[in-house]
């Protein structure tokens, strides 16, 4: 048993000494929030809604000529004056 739990130490810490060197060398393992959907590494534009001035992400901004909107309820009730 002592055995067994010894090595899954090792293992842990073959894991955690690999997954720093890649981020030392910036190539990361692609499981940051920061990256795009695609895994570019790319941050993706935030659009502010004509209605509340909520920022969303680009491809979830719903548009309407050159207004962009948080939600389809919000684009139905268009710009708040």
């Known amino acids: 048993m002592r055995n ?4 899954l130490l090792v293992l842990v810490g073959i894991w955690w000494v ?3 060197l890649a981020r030392l060398q910036g190539r990361g393992d692609g499981s940051t929030r920061a990256e795009g959907e695609a895994g570019r590494g790319e941050p993706e534009r935030m ?3 004509a209605r509340c001035g909520l920022h969303v992400p680009e491809s979830e901004a719903v548009r309407e000529g050159d207004a962009f909107y948080c939600s389809e309820e919000h684009r ?3 710009v708040e004056r």
């Open 18 to 20: 690999r997954r720093a």
């Open 76 to 78: 139905r009730l268009g």
């Open 47 to 49: 659009i502010g809604c």
């Open 4 to 7: 067994l739990l010894i090595f």
